[in-house]
Protein backbone atom coordinates (compact mmCIF):
# COMPACT_ATOMS: atom_id res chain seq x y z
CA UNK A 1 0.00 0.00 0.00
CA UNK A 2 2.71 2.51 0.51
CA UNK A 3 4.43 2.40 -3.08
CA UNK A 4 0.73 4.09 -4.01
CA UNK A 5 0.54 6.12 -1.50
CA UNK A 6 3.90 8.11 -2.21
CA UNK A 7 3.53 8.72 -5.71
CA UNK A 8 -0.09 10.22 -4.90
CA UNK A 9 1.44 12.54 -2.60
CA UNK A 10 4.14 13.49 -4.91
CA UNK A 11 1.18 13.98 -7.86
CA UNK A 12 -0.51 16.08 -5.13
CA UNK A 13 2.26 18.33 -4.32
CA UNK A 14 3.41 19.46 -7.83
CA UNK A 15 -0.16 19.87 -8.48
CA UNK A 16 -1.11 22.18 -5.65
CA UNK A 17 -0.31 26.10 -6.55
CA UNK A 18 3.08 27.80 -5.25
CA UNK A 19 2.28 29.69 -1.60
CA UNK A 20 4.58 31.38 0.20
CA UNK A 21 5.22 34.94 1.66
CA UNK A 22 1.82 35.24 1.75
CA UNK A 23 1.56 34.98 -1.92
CA UNK A 24 -0.54 32.59 -4.02
CA UNK A 25 0.82 31.45 -7.68
CA UNK A 26 -1.32 29.73 -9.79
CA UNK A 27 -1.80 28.63 -13.26
CA UNK A 28 1.82 29.55 -13.68
CA UNK A 29 3.12 28.85 -17.81
CA UNK A 30 5.80 29.96 -19.91
CA UNK A 31 5.16 29.62 -23.85
CA UNK A 32 7.31 26.84 -25.93
CA UNK A 33 10.15 27.95 -27.85
CA UNK A 34 11.51 27.02 -30.96
CA UNK A 35 15.40 26.18 -31.89
CA UNK A 36 17.04 29.26 -31.75
CA UNK A 37 14.57 31.51 -30.40
CA UNK A 38 16.22 33.45 -27.38
CA UNK A 39 13.31 34.48 -25.35
CA UNK A 40 10.45 33.40 -24.11
CA UNK A 41 7.01 34.83 -22.07
CA UNK A 42 6.15 33.32 -18.71
CA UNK A 43 2.49 34.29 -17.43
CA UNK A 44 0.72 33.38 -13.83
CA UNK A 45 -2.62 34.24 -11.66
CA UNK A 46 -0.85 36.00 -8.73
CA UNK A 47 -2.33 36.68 -5.23
CA UNK A 48 -1.46 38.68 -2.29
CA UNK A 49 -2.91 38.57 0.85
CA UNK A 50 -1.35 42.05 2.15
CA UNK A 51 0.44 44.89 -0.46
CA UNK A 52 3.55 43.82 -1.69
CA UNK A 53 5.16 44.28 -5.42
CA UNK A 54 6.92 41.84 -7.69
CA UNK A 55 10.09 43.22 -8.30
CA UNK A 56 12.69 40.19 -9.59
CA UNK A 57 12.43 36.52 -11.10
CA UNK A 58 15.69 34.29 -12.19
CA UNK A 59 15.65 30.73 -13.88
CA UNK A 60 18.13 28.35 -14.70
CA UNK A 61 16.49 27.86 -18.04
CA UNK A 62 17.83 31.84 -19.17
CA UNK A 63 20.18 34.45 -18.60
CA UNK A 64 18.01 36.60 -17.06
CA UNK A 65 14.00 37.48 -16.69
CA UNK A 66 12.48 40.57 -16.82
CA UNK A 67 9.13 41.92 -16.00
CA UNK A 68 7.20 43.80 -18.88
CA UNK A 69 3.57 45.56 -19.86
CA UNK A 70 2.42 44.91 -22.99
CA UNK A 71 -0.36 46.17 -24.97
CA UNK A 72 -1.22 46.99 -28.80
CA UNK A 73 -2.08 51.11 -29.64
CA UNK A 74 -4.14 50.91 -32.80
CA UNK A 75 -1.74 48.68 -35.04
CA UNK A 76 1.18 49.64 -33.17
CA UNK A 77 2.38 46.88 -30.07
CA UNK A 78 3.88 48.87 -27.07
CA UNK A 79 6.28 46.74 -25.26
CA UNK A 80 8.31 48.02 -22.12
CA UNK A 81 10.29 46.78 -19.27
CA UNK A 82 8.64 47.96 -15.48
CA UNK A 83 10.79 48.23 -12.45
CA UNK A 84 7.76 45.98 -10.57
CA UNK A 85 4.82 45.15 -10.91
CA UNK A 86 2.35 45.88 -7.64
CA UNK A 87 0.20 42.93 -5.78
CA UNK A 88 -2.81 44.52 -4.25
CA UNK A 89 -4.31 42.39 -1.13
CA UNK A 90 -6.56 39.84 -2.09
CA UNK A 91 -6.61 41.25 -5.34
CA UNK A 92 -5.40 38.42 -8.10
CA UNK A 93 -3.21 39.96 -10.74
CA UNK A 94 -2.46 38.35 -13.64
CA UNK A 95 0.13 37.85 -15.84
CA UNK A 96 -0.84 37.23 -19.26
CA UNK A 97 -0.34 36.92 -23.08
CA UNK A 98 -0.91 40.77 -24.50
CA UNK A 99 -0.49 42.49 -20.76
CA UNK A 100 1.74 42.26 -17.61
CA UNK A 101 4.13 39.11 -17.81
CA UNK A 102 7.78 38.03 -17.38
CA UNK A 103 10.14 37.30 -20.21
CA UNK A 104 12.68 35.07 -20.06
CA UNK A 105 15.75 36.71 -21.89
CA UNK A 106 18.84 34.42 -23.21
CA UNK A 107 17.07 30.91 -23.21
CA UNK A 108 20.06 28.50 -22.55
CA UNK A 109 17.80 25.52 -24.40
CA UNK A 110 14.46 25.27 -26.29
CA UNK A 111 11.24 25.48 -24.02
CA UNK A 112 9.48 22.16 -25.17
CA UNK A 113 5.49 20.80 -24.53
CA UNK A 114 5.37 19.25 -21.42
CA UNK A 115 8.88 20.37 -19.87
CA UNK A 116 8.93 22.27 -16.25
CA UNK A 117 10.76 25.49 -15.81
CA UNK A 118 11.94 26.39 -12.16
CA UNK A 119 11.65 29.77 -11.55
CA UNK A 120 12.14 32.31 -8.52
CA UNK A 121 9.97 34.95 -7.93
CA UNK A 122 11.23 37.73 -5.51
CA UNK A 123 8.28 40.10 -3.51
CA UNK A 124 9.34 43.35 -1.56
CA UNK A 125 6.73 44.65 1.33
CA UNK A 126 6.29 48.23 1.66
CA UNK A 127 9.26 48.26 4.07
CA UNK A 128 11.59 46.96 1.85
CA UNK A 129 11.70 43.06 2.99
CA UNK A 130 11.93 40.62 0.29
CA UNK A 131 10.95 37.18 0.06
CA UNK A 132 11.24 34.82 -2.60
CA UNK A 133 9.02 31.67 -4.03
CA UNK A 134 10.08 29.08 -5.88
CA UNK A 135 7.55 27.98 -8.61
CA UNK A 136 7.04 25.69 -11.62
CA UNK A 137 6.18 27.24 -15.09
CA UNK A 138 4.67 24.29 -16.62
CA UNK A 139 5.07 24.47 -20.64
CA UNK A 140 1.75 23.69 -23.01
CA UNK A 141 1.98 21.96 -26.32
CA UNK A 142 2.21 23.72 -29.14
CA UNK A 143 -0.58 24.87 -31.09
CA UNK A 144 -0.91 24.09 -34.89
Same mark, same amino acid.
Given at each position: ?????????? %????? =???????????? %????? +??????? %???????? &????? $?????? +?? &? %?? &?? $?? *??????? $?????? $??? =????????????????? *??????????????? =??????????????? =?????????? &????
Amino acid at each position: MRIYVLPLLA %ALMFA =SPAQAADVRIEN %AWARP +TVPGQQV %AGAFMDIT &AERDL $ELVAGA +TP &A %AA &AV $EL *HFMRMDG $ERMEMR $ELE =SIRLPAGKTVSLQPGGL *HAMLIGLKTPLGGGD =SVPMTLTVRDGAGKQ =STIEITLGVP &APRD
